[in-house]
């Protein structure tokens, strides 16, 4: 992983947990942990996903549609 590639996937991490906090109104502990069990990190890092090249608000969306199947 390049550092350019790591430095947006830190942001997009950062996007969703922002985007956690604030639509669950959790701590960031609480959203941290969200994300650790639903594997969206290990996602994002996968640069082969792509994810970590698109928008915020798309992977907000696949977020929560990942969350409600769980």
């Known amino acids: 992983m ?3 590639q790591r430095f947006l996937v830190y ?3 950062g996007d969703l947990l922002a985007n956690i906090r604030k639509n669950d109104n959790l701590s960031l502990c609480e959203a941290m942990k969200i994300l650790l069990e639903r594997k969206i990190i290990q996602e994002i890092e ?3 996903t792509g994810y970590y090249l698109e928008g915020s608000a798309y ?3 696949i977020f929560q549609i ?3 199947k769980l």
């Open 59 to 61: 992977l907000s969306e």
């Open 2 to 4: 390049t550092e350019k």
């Open 11 to 13: 942001v997009k991490l």
């Open 46 to 48: 996968d640069l082969e």
């Open 66 to 68: 990942k969350q409600t």
